[in-house]
């Protein structure tokens, strides 16, 4: 069983910053045995999109409305994910949510964290 939980969300003035977490736990989980970690976030009557992507290789996929503004960190020994957001604006308020995707018997399973709430206004 894995289980992501997020930290860090909060209000935030345009500009300004906040560095969220995603600590991931479970008994035989690691982040290098996931095919992939993300982050998405979701804002109020829109759908949930991709921010950031990692793949187990490494390779990063960021979202253009946040490239050279968010940046991601991955430390695979404390089982967490770090999302770095800089110059933030009204439209980067949202629910951030954490991901981990593997496959299991040839099928993709995705794990969810329950959100972190990030508002971004003056």
């Known amino acids: 069983q894995v289980q992501l939980v997020e930290s860090g969300g909060g209000l935030v003035q345009p500009g300004g910053s906040l560095r969220l977490s995603c600590a991931a736990s479970?008994?035989?989980?690691?982040?290098?045995?996931?095919?992939?970690m993300a982050w998405y976030r979701q804002a109020p009557g829109k759908e949930r999109e991709l921010v950031v992507g990692?793949?187990?290789?490494?390779?990063?996929n960021y979202a253009d409305p946040v490239k050279g503004r968010f940046t991601v960190y991955r430390d695979n020994d404390k089982k967490t994910v770090t999302l770095q957001m800089n110059s933030l604006k009204p439209e980067d308020t949202g629910v951030y949510l954490c991901?981990?995707?593997?496959?299991?018997?040839?099928?993709?399973?995705?794990?969810w964290g329950q959100g972190t709430q990030v508002t971004v206004s003056s």
């Open positions: 990692i793949r187990s290789n490494g390779n990063l």
């Open positions: 991901n981990a995707r593997t496959r299991v018997d040839g099928k993709w399973v995705d794990y």
């Open positions: 479970g008994s035989t989980f690691s982040i290098n045995g996931m095919d992939s």
